[in-house]
T-cell receptor, first 111, second 113 residues
Framework: SQQGEEDPQALSIQEGENATMNCSYKTSINNLQWYRQNSGRGLVHLILIRSNEREKHSGRLRVTLDTSKKSSSLLITASRAADTASYFCATDPYNNNDMRFGAGTRLTVKP | EAGVAQSPRYKIIEKRQSVAFWCNPISGHATLYWYQQILGQGPKLLIQFQNNGVVDDSQLPKDRFSAERLKGVDSTLKIQPAKLEDSAVYLC???????????FGPGTRLTVL
């Protein structure tokens, strides 16, 4: 079964706007990771945030983690057409080591 | 540094035939994963190895799927016999250790006719 659930399923914005995607999960985790997948390509790791961290930045990416709500968000600022991709969250559960991916958010950035 | 290698990139077979996929992880990575990704869905973990031992294979359909990681390096995933619903992209990933950042290969796109 999948652990993370992304929301929304699809998001369409204009270039330059910000995009926010959310991930909810069910069990306690060691860490949560966000990945990007361009159409027909493999997944690329974006950010890993540990359970004792609340926020992390990488370039135009900002990830937050709220363990009390079992949720995370990925913010992409000043989006570009090249950001068009599917974004997945993956959780590393606390009581075992098998990663679980959500169904993803399909982001479309219009030029 | 070389990435995760997978072969073949594409495979078309008829149902009830067998097929095998190969994965070469990044050198030094202890953990290796096989995922199945059906079109429009997220990757589903099939099996996870830590060195040459199986950590989790709870979602592997063991009546038809098998995987091994001899010597804790390369890995093969086999399907025998294939069904129509096995049509998907099979992704291999590796990480330094369990729970760390995963590096994915390009995947093998399997079509079962």
């Amino acid at each position: 079964s999948q652990q993370g659930e992304e929301d929304p399923q699809a998001l369409s914005i204009q270039e330059g706007e910000n995009a926010t995607m959310n991930c909810s999960y069910k069990t306690s985790i060691n860490n949560l990771q966000w990945y990007r997948q361009n159409s027909g390509r493999g997944l690329v790791h974006l950010i890993l945030i540990r359970s004792n961290e609340r926020e992390k930045h990488s370039g135009r990416l900002r990830v937050t983690l709220d363990t009390s709500k079992k949720s995370s968000s990925l913010l992409i600022t000043a989006s570009r057409a090249a950001d068009t991709a599917s974004y997945f969250c993956a959780t590393d559960p606390y009581n075992n080591n098998d990663m679980r991916f959500g169904a993803g958010t399909r982001l479309t950035v219009k030029p | 540094e070389a990435g995760v290698a997978q072969s073949p990139r594409y495979k078309i077979i008829e149902k009830r035939q067998s097929v095998a996929f190969w994965c070469n992880p990044i050198s030094g990575h202890a953990t290796l994963y096989w995922y199945q990704q059906i079109l429009g869905q997220g990757p589903k973990l099939l099996i996870q190895f830590q060195n040459n031992g199986v950590v989790d294979d709870s979602q592997l359909p063991k009546d038809r799927f098998s995987a091994e990681r001899l010597k804790g390096v390369d890995s093969t995933l086999k399907i025998q016999p294939a069904k129509l619903e096995d049509s998907a992209v099979y992704l291999c990933a590796s990480s330094l250790d369990q729970g760390w950042e995963q590096f994915f290969g390009p995947g093998t796109r399997l079509t079962v006719l």
